[in-house]
């Protein structure tokens, strides 16, 4: 089983729609959480960290479930400029590794 | 975010040549991390680093070297490159791992 798992999609929806999107991770022990944009295979930027109580920023919400081992992304009234490739974070074995899940893509359309 | 710097932007080499992949920070970040990243994979991690003199291998280190002889730089090796390792490297640092990762502009490494 991967570290880290997410469906790649595409996910295609159309403007102001919900989406959402999960991130299974193996490790138990995990601590760190995030969720990482990447824009045409440009550097990846720090979307959101995720928290046990949950989070939200603006239209984004970023959820942890330990019990069931995955974290997810809704975003909400969904903005052409949130297409790109959404990807989760996940600190791994023994603490000192950050392991990339592949990334989900997200296509929002008029 | 100009506080890491990869360099070269674009390489190309041919098969069974060595090739370094340069990766410097200025915040004295004690992690730093390579990863590579291609169609259908997402990024992949290579080797990561904990603090100067300290590496460990990530899940696709085979035919890859890093050193961290200073904790601002580390530089990734490529032994005898092949073509299988024509892909996107990019360069991350933070300074705890429950922060923000830092990631350097990419080298978009080409192996004919």
């Known amino acids: 089983r991967k570290e880290v798992e997410q469906d790649p999609g595409p996910f295609n929806v159309p403007e102001g729609a919900t989406v959402a999107f999960n991130c299974t991770y193996s490790?138990?022990?995990?601590?760190?959480f995030f969720w990482y944009r990447q824009d045409c295979r440009k550097e990846p930027k720090l979307l959101m960290s995720?928290?046990?109580s949950g989070n939200e920023d603006g239209r984004f919400t970023a959820q942890l479930n330990r019990a069931s081992q995955y974290i997810s992304l809704l975003i909400r009234d969904s903005k052409l400029s949130d297409s790109a490739t959404y990807l989760c974070?996940?600190?791994?074995?023994?603490?000192?590794?950050?392991?990339f899940g592949t990334g989900t893509q997200l296509k929002v359309e008029l | 975010d100009a506080g890491i710097t990869q360099s070269p932007r674009y390489k190309i080499t041919e098969t069974g040549r060595q090739v370094t992949l340069m990766c410097h920070q200025t915040?004295?970040?004690?992690?730093m991390f390579w990863y590579r990243q291609d169609l259908g994979h997402g990024l992949r991690l290579i080797y990561y680093?904990?603090?100067?003199?300290?590496?460990d291998k990530g899940e696709v280190s085979d035919g890859y070297v890093v050193s961290r002889s200073k904790t601002e730089n580390f530089p990734l090796t490529l032994e005898s490159a092949t073509r299988s390792q024509t892909s996107v490297y990019f360069c991350?640092?933070?300074?705890?791992?429950?922060?923000?990762?830092?990631f350097g502009s990419g080298t978009q490494l080409s192996v004919l």
């Open positions: 991350a640092s933070t300074g705890h791992l429950n922060e923000k990762l830092f």
């Open positions: 915040w004295s970040h004690s992690y």
């Open positions: 974070v996940v600190n791994t074995g023994g603490g000192n590794k950050l392991t």
């Open positions: 490790n138990s022990a995990s601590q760190s």
């Open positions: 680093s904990a603090a100067a003199d300290i590496t």
């Open positions: 995720v928290y046990s």
